[in-house]
C-alpha cells in the first residue's frame, strides 16, 4: 500500500485481515512530540488509506515512554517568532481532519502519556482504547502554556463527551487516567497493557456502541441556546479563580466554543485564529519559558544514578514528616526517627491519609506505608544512602546532632539538612566528611510544593550535589542549586515581601487588602494569608535570622501573637481567624482609602532582593533564579518571574522607583548592588 513512499517517524504495516497499523516513533527522540515532520507524514499516509480503503486503521506508538507528549513546543516559539503560527495550526487541523474523515473505522491504542496534540489525534479517529495502568494519562494542558488545543481539541472534545465535562479538562489543563477517561467517554474501551493492539483489533472489528444517554447530552449540550447559557456561567467560574488580564486564553477557549457552531469547519478556523492570537502575548511567550526551564530542572542530574534506596529522616514534625511521607510515596525505604514514639505517630497518620488520596487501591497503600517505619532508636541510619535532618532552626542544635550520627555512617552516607535559612558555612563545623553535607531545603507542604533548594556550600564533593540532583528527580521534585549564604534564594526573596506586608499590617492596612492587591499582581495567595499559612512562629524566626542580613526589621506584634497560641492556620488564630482550613477576612470598611502605591510597596522589595540574589551568585544564572522563585513562591508565572519581570518593566524604571520609595519610606528600599547586571537587559540590549 505505501510502496515508494519512505517515513522517518511512522511505521506502517497491512495485516492478512487488510487493517492497517500506524506506529508513530520519532526518530532521534525518548518521546514522540509531534513536529511539521510528523504531520506532513502522516498526511501523505491519510491521503494514501483515503484512496485504498483499509479494513480498518490502528494508531499506537512504539515509545515505551507513551504516546505522545503533544506538539513540539520549540517548533512553536520559531512559528511565533516568525508569525507562522496561523499557517501551521492550520495545517495540523486539515491533518487530523483528513484523518477524521476516513471512510473506514479507526482506533487509537494509548498507553502512558497522551497529552496536547497526542490527544487530538485521537479524538481524530472514531474510537479510542488505552492501557488500563498508573501511567496511562490523557490530556489537553495547552492552557498552561498561555494557548489552549488548536489542531481540534476546542471543536471536538465538547461534541464527544458534552461541554459540561470537556470545558473543565480543557480549562484546568488536567490529565485523565485511563479509568476515568473511560468513564468520561474520552475512550471507549480499556485493555490490559500486554493485550492493548490485540483488544484494539477487537474494538476496530466490533465498534463499541456510545449510550444514547451520552450522546443525547453531549448534542444537547452544545447547542446555541444552551451555548449562550452556559458560557457566561463557565467566564464567570473561571474569572473567580483567574484574572482575564493575567491568564487570557481560559477566556479565549470559552468564547472559541460559544462562537462555534454545528459545522466543525467554522470551529477550526475560529479555534486557529484564536491560538495564532494568544501565541503573541507576553503570558503565552513567559509561560513557554517556564515550561523550558521546568524542564532544564528535571534534566540536569542527566542519567545519573543517585546511589540512594534508603532514607532516614530526623525530626518527625510537619516538615520532617512529609519529607519521609513522599519519599516513601515514590518507592524509598524510609525510616523516621524522633524522641518519642508520640512524635512520630502523628506524621505517620498523615502519611496513610496522603497514600489513601493518591493511591487507587487499598493493596497499594500498605503497600506504600510499609515502607515508612518509625525508628525511635536510629538504628536505621546505620543503613541509610541519605539522612536528612529536620529538626528545630537552631545552628548548634542542629550541630549536636550530626556529632552523635555521623559516626554511625556509611562510607559514601550523604547528610541533608532541611534548614530553610542557616547558611551551611555554620553547619558543616566539626563535621569530619563536610564533602558529603548539603542543604535539602523542601517546602511545605511537600506533597504540593514542587522545588527543593539543594543548598552548596564550598567544600561539597560536585559528584554528592549530582547524586543528590538525581534523588531530587526521583521523587519527582523541581531541583535548583543554590548558595549556602543566609535564606539561600526562595526565603531571600520571599521574606523582604512578607516582612513588608506585615509592617503596612501594623500600620493598619486590612489584611483583605494586602492580600488582594498581591493577588492582583498575580501571587497565589496574598501575604497575610500566607503568614498565616507558614506559621507566624516560622515567619518571625526566619524573619529574626535573615533581617540583619537584609538590613530589614521584624515588624511588631509578631512575638505577641506567638506567645498567645496564635500562630496561625495550624491554631485556628493568628493574623485572621481560621474555620475549616480556611481564613476568615474582614469586611473593609467602605471609608477606608487604600495608598495608591501599596501593590510595590510589597512586590519591589522581593525584585530588589531578586536583583541582589542575581549579583551574588546565589544561583549560576538568571533563568535558575526565575525559576526557584516561580516554583518556590508561586510568583506570579505569567509575569515570568522576577528577573523577566524587570527586563519587562524596565530597569530605570523600577530603579528610579525604589530611589523614590527609599526617601519616602526609608532605606529599606535602596537599590541593591546588580541592577547594572547584563542579564537584566530585554534580549536583544544586552
Known amino acids: 500500500m505505501f510502496e515508494g513512499l519512505r517515513f522517518n517517524h511512522w511505521k506502517t504495516s497491512e495485516g492478512d485481515d487488510g487493517v492497517v497499523a500506524l506506529t508513530l516513533d520519532r526518530a532521534n527522540s525518548s518521546v514522540n512530540a509531534i513536529s511539521r515532520a510528523v504531520l506532513d507524514e502522516l498526511e501523505q499516509i491519510v491521503e494514501r488509506l483515503a484512496i485504498e480503503k483499509p479494513a480498518g486503521v490502528i494508531i499506537h506508538s512504539a515509545k515505551p515512554s507513551g504516546f505522545a507528549v503533544g506538539a513540539d513546543i520549540k517548533a512553536f516559539v520559531e512559528y511565533a517568532r516568525h508569525d507562522t503560527v496561523l499557517e501551521n495550526i492550520e495545517h495540523g487541523q486539515r491533518v487530523y481532519e483528513s484523518l477524521a474523515r476516513l471512510p473506514c473505522p479507526t482506533v487509537a491504542a494509548v498507553h502512558g502519556a497522551c497529552m496536547g496534540g497526542g490527544t487530538e489525534l485521537i479524538l481524530a479517529c472514531r474510537q479510542r482504547i488505552a492501557a488500563d495502568d498508573d501511567k496511562t494519562r490523557i490530556g489537553l494542558p495547552e492552557v498552561m502554556l498561555g494557548i489552549h488545543p488548536g ?16 470545558l473543565p479538562l480543557m480549562l484546568t489543563g488536567k490529565s485523565l487516567s485511563a479509568r476515568r477517561a473511560l468513564a468520561l467517554g474520552v475512550i471507549d474501551r480499556v485493555a490490559r497493557p500486554e493485550e492493548l493492539l490485540v483488544e484494539a483489533r477487537l474494538l476496530l472489528r466490533h465498534p463499541q456502541p456510545r449510550p444514547f444517554a451520552r450522546r443525547a447530552m453531549a448534542w444537547l449540550s452544545n447547542t446555541w441556546l444552551v451555548r449562550q447559557i452556559l458560557a457566561p456561567m463557565v467566564f464567570k467560574q473561571t474569572a473567580a479563580k483567574v484574572r482575564k488580564e493575567h491568564y487570557p486564553a481560559p477566556f479565549a ?6 462562537r462555534g ?8 478556523k475560529i479555534e486557529a485564529r484564536s491560538v495564532a492570537k494568544l501565541a503573541k502575548t507576553p503570558t503565552a511567550q513567559n509561560l513557554i519559558r517556564i515550561f523550558f526551564l521546568q524542564e532544564r530542572l528535571k534534566g540536569q542530574a542527566g542519567d545519573t544514578d543517585p546511589g540512594i534506596k534508603h532514607v532516614h529522616v530526623v525530626g518527625a514534625g510537619v516538615m520532617g514528616g512529609d519529607i519521609a511521607a513522599w519519599a516513601a510515596f515514590k518507592g524509598f525505604d524510609v525510616t523516621l526517627q524522633d524522641r518519642e514514639m508520640k512524635y512520630i505517630q502523628p506524621a505517620l497518620d498523615r502519611a496513610r491519609q496522603l497514600y489513601e488520596k493518591k493511591l487507587q487501591t487499598p493493596e497499594k497503600v500498605e503497600a506504600t506505608v510499609r515502607r515508612l517505619r518509625a525508628d525511635v532508636n536510629g538504628s536505621g541510619i546505620a543503613s541509610a544512602d541519605l539522612a536528612i535532618e529536620a529538626i528545630y532552626e537552631n545552628a548548634a542544635a542542629k550541630r549536636e546532632l550530626y556529632e552523635k550520627i555521623e559516626p554511625q555512617f556509611q562510607a559514601d552516607e550523604i547528610l541533608a539538612s532541611n534548614t530553610s535559612s542557616i547558611p551551611l558555612d555554620q553547619l558543616r563545623e566539626g563535621l569530619e566528611a563536610p564533602q558529603r553535607f548539603l542543604g535539602l531545603h523542601f517546602f511545605n507542604p511537600v506533597a504540593q510544593m514542587p522545588l527543593v533548594e539543594v543548598v552548596r556550600h564550598d567544600r561539597l564533593d ?18 535548583v542549586a543554590v548558595k549556602g549564604t543566609p535564606g539561600f534564594l526562595v526565603n531571600r526573596i520571599l521574606m523582604p515581601y512578607l516582612l513588608e506586608a506585615m509592617r503596612l499590617y501594623s500600620e493598619g492596612v486590612p489584611g483583605a487588602v494586602l492580600d488582594r492587591e498581591a493577588r492582583k499582581f498575580g501571587m497565589p495567595m496574598g501575604p497575610i494569608e500566607l503568614a498565616d499559612t507558614v506559621g507566624l512562629d516560622v515567619c518571625a524566626s526566619v524573619g529574626k535570622e535573615l533581617a540583619p542580613f537584609l538590613g530589614l526589621e521584624v515588624p511588631p506584634g509578631l512575638d505577641d501573637k506567638i506567645e498567645a497560641g496564635k500562630r496561625g492556620k495550624k491554631d485556628g488564630q493568628g493574623l485572621y ?38 549579583a551574588d551568585g546565589v544561583v549560576d544564572d538568571a533563568d535558575l533564579l526565575d525559576a526557584g522563585v516561580i516554583f518556590g513562591t508561586g510568583f506570579a508565572p505569567f509575569r515570568g518571574g522576577p528577573i523577566q519581570y524587570v527586563r519587562s518593566e524596565g530597569v530605570d524604571k523600577l530603579k528610579a522607583r525604589l530611589e523614590q520609595f527609599a526617601q519616602r519610606y526609608g532605606e529599606r528600599f535602596s537599590p541593591k548592588n546588580g541592577w547594572d547586571h547584563p542579564t537584566l537587559a530585554p534580549a536583544g540590549e544586552k
Do not use: H
Open 253 to 258: 477557549l470559552i468564547d472559541v466554543w460559544k
Open 261 to 268: 457552531g454545528s459545522d466543525i469547519r467554522l470551529r477550526l
Open 462 to 479: 560536585p559528584a554528592i550535589e549530582k547524586r543528590v540532583l538525581a534523588f531530587c528527580k526521583a521523587i519527582g521534585k523541581l531541583p
Open 577 to 614: 481567624v481560621w474555620q475549616d482550613g480556611k481564613p476568615q477576612k474582614p469586611e473593609v470598611d467602605k471609608d477606608y482609602t487604600m495608598p495608591p502605591d501599596l501593590q510595590e510597596r510589597m512586590i519591589l522589595p522581593m525584585i530588589n532582593e531578586a536583583v541582589a540574589c542575581l
Open 151 to 166: 489542531w481540534g481539541g476546542t471543536a471536538r472534545l465538547p461534541r464527544l463527551i458534552g461541554a459540561t465535562e470537556a
